[in-house]
């Protein structure tokens, strides 16, 4: 998932029920272990989550819009990183694992209040939860359809254009895909802000609401961009996607 960087639900005082639309609680305190896995899960959303989320969405999946042979050729420098499946292992799957998982278990503890007082502050809050689960959702498909079922793109990455573009072309799974996306890009971009005013690295409420615009604005570019990206899956000529076929052969090299 991406950012979640908020620990608790806004506050509700009576200053924020006077109309301090984003108002958010001061970091608590805490105790102990507790303390401790509520600040990991907080940077943890920023780092490495968020910058895996950045690099997956503006980098990797952007270079599509050149084509197919740009994909592979990203595709094949990634999965060529020294000690890739260990920078894997503790720099996506195991944050991802515990940021989702200790996110999930925030959630259920706290208290939703939005039917009670309706206004902005609590529909955000509202709106990061519900998007961090289907993020999660749409992370948790994505990783494992590409990266540990069917033709092995670390070992065939010609092949990669077209393993993607084989699920979006599906009607269904590009809406999923879609729904995805914004999921992931808006609890990133609005967690930058919560993770930036818990943390008093924003402080005062016109830099935090001028902080707001320039996160809101972060996500329509990780959207557009991410968006662009499917448009080019779905917009060229099937790849061919399994080994073994004459395609495949030759480009791999085999006879």
């Known amino acids: 998932m991406a950012s979640a960087a908020s620990s608790t639900a806004p506050a ?12 958010v609680a001061p970091l608590r305190a805490g105790q102990g272990i507790s303390f401790f896995l509520r600040r990991l899960h907080s940077l943890t959303g920023v780092i490495p989550v968020g910058a895996f989320l950045v690099e997956h969405i503006l980098i990797s999946n952007s270079t599509a819009i050149s084509g197919p042979d740009a994909y592979a050729r990203q595709v094949s420098f990634l999965a060529n990183l020294p000690l890739v499946f260990f920078l894997e292992l503790f720099g996506i799957w195991l944050p991802i694992a515990f940021h989702a998982l200790y996110g999930f278990y925030i959630w259920y503890r706290g208290e939703g209040n939005v039917a009670e007082y309706p206004w902005t502050g609590n529909w955000m809050y509202t709106a990061q939860r519900w ?67 818990k943390w008093g690295i924003v402080s005062g409420e016109k830099a935090r609401k001028r902080f707001l615009i320039l996160c809101l604005a972060f996500f329509f570019v990780l959207t557009g961009a991410g968006l662009a990206s499917l448009a080019s899956f779905r917009s060229r000529p099937q790849q061919p996607i399994e080994s073994g076929t004459a395609a495949m052969n030759k480009i791999t090299g085999n006879r």
């Open 131 to 197: 998007t961090g689960g289907i993020a999660f959702a749409y992370i948790a498909w994505h990783t494992w359809t590409m990266r540990f079922t069917g033709i092995d793109l670390h070992a065939y990455p010609n092949a990669s254009f077209g393993k993607v573009q084989a699920e979006v072309f599906e009607t269904p799974m590009f809406l999923f895909y879609v729904v995805g996306l914004i999921a992931a890009s808006w609890h990133f971009a609005y967690g930058i802000w919560l993770f930036c005013a």
């Open 12 to 23: 509700v005082t009576t200053e924020t029920a006077k109309g301090s639309a984003h108002a």
